[in-house]
């Protein structure tokens, strides 16, 4: 049995993910407390393009974890940058919730039924790109921030009529019921690692990595993994117009994964999607093969174009 601090962000949804693994690990024998630690892109409300560098939701974390303040972090994978930290472990990926974007539109409509000039609000240019290679060109793209029950309140408050968020931070928080239309994985490409939690410790705390050990989903790690290595091969950070979806080919028990990505102008005119498919266990090798037929299809010259 261990003792564990926590660290989480202050948000609602940080706070609803950290409680879901404090869970696991109190009914695993472990005690558990929560310390919540404040991020620079918690503090910071302008646009995270104009804020820049990777990782502001993570780093604060990480600070925390390397000050020894808390023993563990609990953080949403989609926003942990590729590049390892010394001394610290991504110790566990535990299994994922749905990958997958969806929409919340007013009146329950769908994004095909959205009428000419509705607004339409997101800050992510991955979805951004995406969206607007849907076919529906009299959009308005409204580009927004703020934790989950900010962007569905412009929507209820009628200052937009949708936006686009994660399926994932939806279900965490008990509001999926909000969903109008999920889009498919390989229309909306998702972020890479989205859906999934990454819980990371110090990488000397032997009896903390062993005790994280037990919340490991092999499937998820081998998805995700996939996803993220796209993501560095083609040397783009988390805020570049790119997604990037692995799953497990033939249900949980399958033993291959299916990886899709696609790398896009910020404007939509131009995009290149790309799928392979291999071993559970070559996931990385994986990644990196499709991250290099993106490059040999002119994938760094697309995400240099964005316009913001
Ligand atoms: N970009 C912020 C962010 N980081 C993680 C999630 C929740 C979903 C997840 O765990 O991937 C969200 C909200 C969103 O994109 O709608």
Redesign the pocket.
Known sequence: MTHLRIGTRRST?AVVQTRIIATALERAGHTCELVEVTTEGDRNRSSLAKIGGQGV?VGALRDALLEERVDVAVH????LPTGSVAGLTLAAVPPR?DPRDVLVARDGLTFAALPEGARVGTG?SRRLAQLRQLGKDDLEFIEIRGN?DTRIAKVRDGELDAVV??H??LTRLGRQGEITETFGPTELVP?P?????AIECRTADEGVVRALAGLEDPRTRAAVTAERAVLAGIGAGCSAPMGAFADTIGGADGNDLSLHAVVATVDGSTSVRLSTSGPLGEAEELGRQLATALLAEGASRLIEERVT
């Open positions: 949804l939701f949403s994978l989609k926003d919730e992510s989950v968020l994660a994932a931070g972020a690692g989205q859906g999934a939690l």
